[in-house]
């Protein structure tokens, strides 16, 4: 089964910005529509933006024109550029399958405050 090992979170000003990267083990990477979520204390994961093989991006409304999303699939991996952060963007972020998400991975706190 694949698994996805995330990295690059932080503590961060407004405004600032933070590149975060999931490396996915096992054969079949460059197949798989991918996304990143996040889960704020206390909730469920919240799908931010997606990936097709191909490289079409899917942006949710609060992150659309902040975040970018991008893969290179000969490395199994998954990036997430965030620029102009907010507080409300604080979380735990993960990537994972878009559809029927499994195994998540540890991984990794992003922490927006002043």
């Known amino acids: 089964q694949v698994q996805f090992v995330e990295s690059g979170g932080g503590l961060v000003q407004p405004g600032g910005s933070l590149k975060l990267s999931c490396v996915g083990s096992?054969?079949?990477?460059?197949?798989?529509?991918m996304g990143w979520y996040r889960q704020a204390p206390g909730k469920q994961h919240e799908l931010v933006a997606s990936i097709s093989p191909g490289g079409n991006t899917n942006f949710g409304g609060s992150v659309k024109d902040r975040f970018t999303i991008s893969r290179d699939n000969a490395k199994n991996t998954l990036y997430l550029q965030m620029n102009d952060l907010k507080p409300e963007d604080t979380g735990v972020y993960y990537c994972?399958?878009?559809?029927?998400?499994?195994?998540w991975g540890p991984g990794t706190q992003v922490t927006v405050s002043s």
């Open positions: 096992g054969t079949g990477f460059s197949t798989y529509l």
């Open positions: 994972n399958l878009r559809y029927k998400p499994t195994n």
